[in-house]
């Protein structure tokens, strides 16, 4: 099992920037593929970004492309979310996930099950 923890989501006005992190448990959280998805009230969960398990490749959702970054530290079992020039339709919760929804997104054969976080909260006002 994979436990995920969010962090990093909060208020900020239109323009700014904030940086989420996502924490893993797991020791074989390198083998796995990463990814942001957010979700605002009445709306489906959507995928924002995801990156293959070595950080060789990316993705984004045509919507963020050019303001968002997404990275990770295998080290330290922690994938990141940088986040700037921030739209009020940015505002979501944000969840961060681990496994084949990521994978796809990157180009890889998806197996298994993802694991999901909590969620943070990522409210961007005009």
């Known amino acids: 099992q994979v436990q995920l923890v969010e962090s990093g989501g909060g208020l900020v006005q239109a323009g700014g920037s904030l940086r989420l992190s996502c924490a893993a448990s797991?020791?074989?959280?390198?083998?796995?593929?990463m990814g942001w998805f957010r979700q605002a009230p009445g709306k489906e969960r959507r995928i924002v970004s995801a990156?293959?398990?070595?950080?060789?490749?990316?993705y984004y959702t045509d919507s963020v492309k050019g303001r968002f970054t997404i990275s990770r530290d295998n080290a330290k079992n922690t994938v990141y979310l940088q986040m700037n020039s921030l739209k009020p339709e940015d505002s979501a919760v944000y969840y961060c996930?681990?496994?084949?929804?990521?994978?796809?997104?990157?180009?890889?054969?998806?197996?298994?099950?993802?694991?999901w976080g909590q969620g943070t909260q990522v409210t961007v006002s005009s």
């Open positions: 797991e020791r074989t959280f390198s083998s796995y593929a």
């Open positions: 990156i293959s398990w070595n950080g060789g490749t990316t």
């Open positions: 996930a681990a496994g084949p929804s990521a994978a796809q997104a990157v180009g890889f054969i998806p197996r298994g099950n993802d694991y």
